[in-house]
């Protein structure tokens, strides 16, 4: 009955300077949720609509590739965005039939309407095509903001999607929520464009702006006065070159003024568009676009091979490493309006967690003096056993690296009366054989045994309850649902396996004849 109790010994041992290991030093390995420590509650919403625009803009740049590809002569092809259209106009009816057999590539698109006179196409963008281009901004966004966020260096964040189109993140320990929105929010869509050096700025600036270009601004803003200045650049709406290519950004210095740039790195289809347009306009300008914000349009002196460019302006280090993170992270697929902004001081944070160890600390004390009054000694097996499923809780969530949040801590408290209530089963059971006049030896046995599947029962239940609270629960609710598996595990090794040690233990080295219980 006993030849096994030395590897059970060493095994709780071990056990308990595993965890103990793992969770020191504490406050390093186990960090705090939002409500615990503040921070920030954003709810964000995709604006899907300019998604789709986009990417029916893309797409008839593609089928106007493609046209030519074909040697097909076409008058125009316009993307029509408050239909979800694409006009395709011809110079010759013989072109039509092609056309159309081009078109019969692009099977997400379904003609609507063709003129009369045999020159004109009309293709509607179907609706299950629309559906995916947005879920697939959601999605996306959700990533790119995930990506942001993790190399911010929050700890713990969390980020998911609510609902169809809405993003919901929660930054604890967040000191300035202020740049934590801008770098978060920010849409990057990094795009390089030509200045038009063929046309009058000035007469664009009066209202004559060529239908192939448009008018952007380089925004500069005055840190101490709050001062923005604009100054206009006329530039080719045709985009050259976008930051989809990007394989790398980072924060370098200028060695003669000492000024932060940020300097890009191309994959190889980015570096050979970027030397091809190099090659192809030395003496002219190329300006660097990020969301629609001109930051600079350098004179192209030469071709530039190896797909190195940078990005230059009036940087603080700490403006151009956001703008390096944002890059890096890549583009959202479509801007982000803030629905919800929260912040949670540090000071409640405090307050809840002193709460909350206060009623853990008067909680514990209670049960642990109603456990000893009521089964003596036995009662003394129960707390050490308690204090082991804490100590092993501790370490779990230190190992699983999970942010400790206010439900969490409710979790902690329900599994401390768990572990309790598995012991009073089993206190319960030995009492009832003992009655029945059966050895002390016999009854811890039999309760042991009776009590075993009860608990396990009891148990499993719990766990699978808590497991679908973290599947479908969002933050506070996941941080309930952690805390309670982990809880479960550990008072079903302490309660069945640490306390038939102890008493086996007892046991082993004398005989009673009399059980304190």
Known sequence: MYKNLKWRILLILFTILGAVALAYPLKEKISLGLDLQGGMHLVLEVKVEKAVEASLERLADDIKRDIGEEDLEVDRIKAIFDKLQVNIRMVDT??????????????FFTKVSEDSDGLGLVYELDADQVKQIEENAVSQGLETIRNRVDQFGVSEPTIQVQGERRILIQLPGVKDPERAINLIGKTARLEFKLVDEDNSLQEALAGR??????????????????????EPFLLKKRTVLTGETLTGAEVRFD??????????????????????????????????????????????????????????????????????????????????????????????????????????????????????????????????????????????????????TLPGIAGIILTVGMAIDANVLVFERIREEVKLGKTVRAAIEAGFSKAFRTIVDANITTFIAAVVLFQFGTGPIKGFAITLCIGIAASMFTAVFVSRTFFDCTMSRQKLDKLSI
């Open 94 to 107: 013989l072109d039509l039939p092609p056309v159309k057999k081009v078109m019969e590539g692009y099977s």
């Open 209 to 230: 702006v060529p239908e192939e270009s448009e008018i952007l601004y380089t925004r500069k803003e005055n840190k101490e006065t709050g001062e923005i200045t604009k």
């Open 255 to 404: 060695g003669d003024f000492n000024e932060p740039y940020v300097a890009l790195n191309f994959n190889s289809v980015g570096a050979m568009i970027f030397h091809e347009v190099t090659r192809e306009n030395i003496r002219k300008r190329l300006a660097i676009v990020l969301d629609d914000n001109v930051y600079s349009a350098p004179v192209i002196q030469d071709a530039i091979p190896g797909g190195r460019a940078q990005i230059t302006g009036q940087f603080t280090s700490e403006d151009a490493r956001d703008l390096a993170i944002i890059l890096r992270a890549g583009a959202l697929p479509a801007p982000v309006v803030i629905l919800e902004n929260r912040t949670v001081g540090p000071s409640l944070g405090q307050d809840s967690i002193n709460k909350g160890i206060s009623s853990i600390i008067f909680g514990g004390i209670l049960v642990v003096v109603f456990i000893l009054i009521y089964y003596k000694l036995s009662g003394v097996i129960a707390v050490t056993a308690l204090t082991l499923n804490i100590v092993l809780l501790v370490g779990a969530l230190a190992y699983f690296g999970a942010a400790l």
